[in-house]
């Protein structure tokens, strides 16, 4: 028996919802599946940071309580720069510095996220400028002389700290991708607008 006209048409209508509805999958598809694997890969890189183990050799220490601003405190000078802790109300402007930087500020940047990278005073020329090579340009380094300082070279971010012998120690880049805007509790904060003048 041959079909009807109404039951060609009432086919035709169907054929036609049936491609409209598979072309709606297909544009949803298309939006979707780019999307979860970006949540995808987002979420594998949250958890690859917070498991991946410690650098070799750094000092951890109990997170400091964020946000304690005191603007009389004034941290002198000692062995190792502090790692936390209360600070000053305004940060150290991120940068390189050939003079020490008060270390009530430098906390203050490394709350932002900042890398606080010191080096004793009598670093040979050729390693200072090393490390100025290494922080230039880089919106959340802080590089300065640090006196009385018993390590040749000192990375320190909040509740982190690294003292390495040389400029050419491999764990200085690693210490930097491992928790420069990771360790600070306000990460993503400005590094800029504060007090110092880096000459880099």
Not at 11 to 35: D, G, H, N, T, Y
Not at 77 to 90: K, Q
Not at 163 to 191: H, K, L, M, N, T
Request: hydrophobic content about 35%; glycine content about 10%; overall charge negative.
């Amino acid at each position: 028996m041959s079909k009807t006209s109404s039951e060609r048409k009432r086919s035709k209508r169907e054929i036609r919802r049936e491609q409209v509805a598979r072309e709606k999958r297909m544009q949803a598809l298309r939006l979707w599946i780019p999307i979860g694997v970006v949540v995808v890969v987002l979420v594998g890189l949250l958890i690859y940071r917070a498991t991946r183990p410690e650098v070799e050799g750094v000092t951890v220490v109990e997170a400091a309580v964020a946000n304690q601003h005191d603007d009389t405190l004034d941290i002198p000078f000692g062995g190792t720069p502090p790692l936390g802790g209360p600070h000053a109300p305004v940060w150290q402007n991120c940068g390189i510095y050939d003079t020490p930087v008060s270390g009530q500020y430098a906390i203050h940047s490394m709350e932002h996220g900042a890398v606080w990278l010191t080096y004793n005073p009598d670093l040979p020329a050729e390693q200072v400028v090393a490390l100025q090579s290494l922080a230039s340009g880089d919106p959340y380094m802080l590089l300065n002389p640090y006196p009385d300082q018993t390590s040749p070279i000192v990375l320190t971010v909040w509740d982190r700290q690294l003292a390495v012998g040389s400029a050419d120690d491999a764990r200085i880049e690693e210490f930097i991708d491992r928790y420069q805007q990771v360790r600070g509790p306000e990460s993503g904060a400005g590094c800029s607008g504060g007090v110092g003048t880096p000459i880099g």
